[in-house]
């Protein structure tokens, strides 16, 4: 059996136009499908984000849209510049061996900007994670 192509994970939002704002405006992530009442994001790779319009919508605590990326520092400041508040500057957290931020979307989703310390992680389409 062949490995899915792709994974799109959803979460239910009570303003879309807002999360279209934060996600494609301030993020620049490019919007992959508008379905009227849904969106999808791409993120890397075969990684989506969607997100739907729900009014009763409300963010769940302890889920995290986690972006990974090198450049943690330069996204911190790209936020920044854009207005949007985090929980802080970028730091190490030696449990995990990453560096890392949290801020929250229009809609009270966690989002983690992160970067692997270890040198097992990749993220090239293809090769597994080692642990």
């Given at each position: 059996m062949?490995?899915?192509?792709?994974?799109?994970?959803?979460?239910p939002v009570?303003?879309?136009e807002?999360?279209d704002?934060?996600?494609?405006?301030?993020?620049g992530?490019?919007l992959a499908?508008?379905q009227g009442?849904c969106?999808?994001?791409?993120?890397?790779?075969?990684?989506?984000?969607?997100?739907c319009q729900h009014?009763?919508a409300?963010?769940?605590?302890g889920v995290?849209?986690?972006?990974v990326?090198?450049?943690?520092d330069?996204?911190?400041?790209?936020l920044?510049?854009?207005?949007v508040?985090?929980d802080g500057s970028?730091r190490?957290?030696p449990?995990y061996?990453?560096?890392?931020?949290?801020?929250?979307?229009?809609?009270?989703?966690?989002?983690?900007?992160?970067?692997f310390d270890d040198?097992?992680?990749?993220?090239?389409?293809?090769?597994?994670i080692?642990?």
């Open positions: 062949p490995a899915p192509d792709a994974l799109i994970t959803f979460l009570r303003d879309l807002a999360t704002g934060f996600y494609r405006g301030v993020l992530l490019p499908v508008d009442s969106r999808i994001y791409r993120v890397a790779g075969g990684g989506f984000i969607g997100f009014p009763d409300a963010a769940i605590d995290i849209v986690t972006l990326t090198d450049d943690v330069g996204w911190h400041a790209r920044t510049r854009a207005g508040a985090t970028p190490h957290n449990t061996a990453i560096r890392h931020f949290y801020t929250r979307d229009p809609d009270g989703w966690a989002v983690e900007v992160q970067r040198a097992s992680w990749s993220h090239a389409e293809g090769d597994p080692q642990k």
